[in-house]
Each structure stands twice: as C-alpha cells, then as structure tokens.
C-alpha cells in the first residue's frame, strides 16, 4: 500500500487536503494522525498536525478468525442457573483495546425544535415521497425538515414501518436514493436528502459503533485482521471515524459497490 504524509493547522484538515490531493474519499483510505497540532504560548512553539493517509490495494487476504470453541451447557446446569435470581458473570478478560463504556440509546432527533420546512425544495421532497409510499402501499406521513442550508431531512411517520426500513435499512437506503435522483434531476442546485424512520439511523449508527470497539478488541488480540460485512459509504465512514484514534488497528476499505468493506486490520506501528 502506498501513503503520503500531509499538514494542515488541524488534523480534519489535513485530512480534507490528503483527500482532495488523492482525489479520494474517506472511506477509501486510512488515517494515521503523526502529530496532533499545537497552538503554542502566545504564537511561539506551535506547529501544524501532521497525518500519514494510506490508500491502494492491501497486501494480502484478510480473513476474520475463527471463534473459540465453546463448551456445551449440560441441561441440569441449565435449570440450576434458571433457579438462581442473580446468575453471577464471568469476569471479562483484560484486553490491550479499551472498549468505550456502554452508552445510553441515542436519543431521537427533536426534529419539532425545528419548523416543518415549506420551500420549493421541501415540497418537491415531499411530494415525491408521499407519491412513492402510495406505490408502496405504505399510509406512512412525510415531514420534511430544513438542517442547515442545501440539507434536508424527511422524516416518514406511522404505524408498522418495518417494511419501509428493511433488513438493515436497505429498503430505506434505497428510498433515500430515489429521493435524492428523483428531486435533483434537471435542478440547477444540488441537495442532500436524508431519510429516517423511527430514529433508524441514529440507532444504526450506535451498532456500528459498537461492532467497532468489539472488532478492534478482536483484531488486537489476534494479531490478525478482521474483513467486516458489506456496508453502504456512510456506515464504513462510521467505523472508520470510531477506530481512527484506536490503538493497535488500522481501517481501509477493499471491493465494490455494492458490496464494498471496512478491514480491520492489525497494526504494529500503531501500539
């Protein structure tokens, strides 16, 4: 794998200008932060981040370890942990990657903090939303919310909106991208559209979280690196962001869509 090495006054841009420089996304390389930046006393001894980005195609297969084998619970073992009110737990092994504690869900979005948008741009959104449901059989509700300019957020509502969702958000994934082909053809300006139900992402996005820490755990232990499931751009953005500072492991991502994934992969230097 190839990296080049970058400055910037932050280690975000530094980032960004690595990026813009390969002509590549985030999730397409990884990042080292060499040195964080330094603001110094009064303008003297400050110094800029400095990050290594590494990009290409990685060096071997990967493959994830094979659990360790468990042993069988005997029935009568069983009964008697059933019996007991408090069944003890087993004491969790030390490990070199510290797992974040466990967090509250995330709360949902107060989307009513902010008014129902009715612009142009709303309105398309929404009709187009409101059309595509019918299709889908769906009495679902749309709103339509402003988040900051050239952003918009769709929130459908109702009741049984599972089937909207999908196995892992795949139908909803794919509602999003409708939306946003359908909205900004023939527009002279382009905007962002994001589509949720039943704060799906924000849950989402606490599981990949998790899954991370977890894998980084593994990686470390192992020695070895971890390929992960296929995920659509954002979620691998997600993984990377949550293991970039993370001790022990480096994250790139191999294939194609639609079947593109993170590797977890083990690195020394990082230690």
Do not use: W
Request: aromatic fraction near 4%.
């Amino acid at each position: 794998m190839s990296y080049i090495d970058v400055t910037g006054k932050t280690e975000e841009e530094a980032i960004r200008k690595a990026l813009a420089q390969l002509g590549m996304d985030r999730d397409d390389v990884s990042v080292e932060i060499l040195e964080r930046a330094k603001s110094g006393f009064l303008g003297i001894g400050g110094h800029d981040a400095r990050v290594r980005v590494t990009y290409g195609p990685e060096e071997a297969p990967v493959e994830e370890p094979a659990p360790l084998p468990q042993k069988p619970v005997k029935k009568a073992e069983e009964k008697s942990v059933k019996k007991t009110e408090k069944p003890v737990k087993a004491a969790q092994p030390k490990s070199v990657v510290a797992e974040k504690p466990v967090r509250e869900e995330k709360a949902a979005p107060c989307e009513e903090m902010l008014p129902l948008c009715e612009d142009d741009n709303a309105k398309r959104i929404a009709a187009f939303l409101t059309g595509l449901l019918a299709h889908m059989e769906s009495a679902a509700q749309v709103k339509v919310y402003e988040t900051e300019k050239g952003r918009y957020k769709a929130i459908l509502e109702g009741e049984k909106l599972g089937a909207l969702i999908g196995r892992r958000g795949e139908t909803l994934d794919a509602i999003q991208q409708l939306a946003n082909y359908a909205v900004n053809s023939g527009a002279d300006k382009r905007i962002r559209i994001h589509v949720d139900a039943e704060n799906y992402r924000a849950k989402r996005e606490q599981s990949l979280e998790s899954l991370a820490q977890k894998v980084a755990v593994k990686v470390t232990k192992y020695r070895r690196s971890v390929t992960l499931e296929p995920m659509n751009a954002y979620e691998r953005h997600v993984i990377h962001s949550a293991l970039q500072e993370v001790a022990g492991v480096n994250t790139y991502s191999i294939g194609s869509e639609p079947n593109r994934r993170v590797v977890v992969a083990y690195d020394r230097d990082k230690r």
